[in-house]
């Protein structure tokens, strides 16, 4: 897999590394509720809009992928 980087605005706190580090089980799975959420939003919009051919495989594709993280 390859490693990402992104030009952050701000440096990130270093309180927030800490709060992590010191639960980092709850931080897992706060990360994997945002990632089912994500899914849910984009398999909702397919639900809503299905008349809208262009966004359904995009949604779809987005949907998978991140349902995917939880392998």
Do not use: Y
């Amino acid at each position: 897999m390859a490693r990402r980087s992104i030009d952050l605005r701000t440096a990130t706190d270093a309180r927030w590394l800490d709060a992590v580090l010191g639960d980092f089980d709850a931080f897992l799975a706060d990360h994997a509720n945002c990632e089912r959420k994500a899914s849910v939003q984009a398999m909702s919009f397919v639900v809503k809009f299905p008349d809208r051919p262009l966004v359904l495989g995009p949604l779809i594709d987005l949907a998978q992928e991140e349902l995917g993280h939880f392998r």
